[in-house]
T-cell receptor, first 115, second 112 residues
Framework: DAGVIQSPRHEVTEMGQEVTLRCKPISGHDYLFWYRQTMMRGLELLIYFNNNVPIDDSGMPEDRFSAKMPNASFSTLKIQPSEPRDSAVYFC?????????????FGAGTRLSVL | KQEVTQIPAALSVPEGENLVLNCSFTDSAIYNLQWFRQDPGKGLTSLLLIQSSQREQTSGRLNASLDKSSGRSTLYIAASQPGDSATYLCAVRYNQGGKLIFGQGTELSVKP
């Protein structure tokens, strides 16, 4: 398996623009997670899905952030409108649930810069 | 509040040295604990997972221990190599839901 695939790897945009980050989890995994990593706050969970259903979105910073998982092989994280403080590395991870001991496998991340 | 703390924040050692990285968590009712490695500009790689019922897990030169009662885990790296240089993160899971709470990491540098 190719692992968790994220796109784009780098995104540079201007304040106010819409940003869409994409994630393809490992085939067969039933959990998908979106994280944000910054120097100041470390790695924070934004939202996670189980069987395509959002389970916990308490980490989503505000209404400008939204996430969807239309099927088991694709998820998006959207920021609209983007702000400079959204600049961070965004990671997607997936896991196999109890069968896989909930071990999470991470993608390479998307480095977002909002100017 | 459930928090995970890693000490030290950074560590520099000469090649060949054995070393210990520390992780502590405020709520001892964990489901399991996972150690990750992160190389600069890369994602996280899972190293070891310890279930709450286990005391330790080993993989090659790595050994992770868990003491739930004291809220601590350690990652022991034997005979360190320059290729071990990376940031090591500890993360705790409190239920089967899969949500992980991460520490801030320990940045390890192994000098040749």
């Amino acid at each position: 398996d190719a692992g968790v695939i994220q796109s784009p790897r780098h995104e540079v945009t201007e304040m106010g623009q819409e940003v869409t980050l994409r994630c393809k989890p490992i085939s067969g995994h039933d959990y998908l997670f979106w994280y944000r990593q910054t120097m100041m706050r470390g790695l924070e969970l934004l939202i996670y899905f189980n069987n395509n259903v959002p389970i916990d979105d308490s980490g989503m910073p505000e209404d400008r952030f939204s996430a969807k998982m239309p099927n088991a092989s694709f998820s998006t994280l959207k920021i609209q409108p983007s702000e400079p403080r959204d600049s961070a590395v965004y990671f997607c991870a997936s896991s196999l649930g109890q069968v896989g001991s909930y071990i999470q496998y991470f993608g390479a991340g998307t480095r977002l810069s909002v100017l | 509040k459930q928090e995970v703390t890693q000490i030290p924040a950074a560590l520099s050692v000469p090649e060949g040295e054995n070393l210990v990285l520390n992780c502590s968590f405020t709520d001892s009712a964990i489901y399991n604990l996972q150690w990750f490695r992160q190389d600069p500009g890369k994602g996280l790689t899972s190293l070891l997972l310890i279930q709450s019922s286990q005391r330790e897990q080993t993989s090659g030169r790595l050994n992770a221990s868990l003491d739930k009662s004291s809220g601590r885990s350690t990652l022991y790296i034997a005979a360190s190599q320059p290729g071990d240089s990376a940031t090591y993160l500890c993360a705790v899971r409190y239920n089967q839901g899969g949500k992980l709470i991460f520490g801030q990491g320990t940045e390890l540098s192994v000098k040749p």
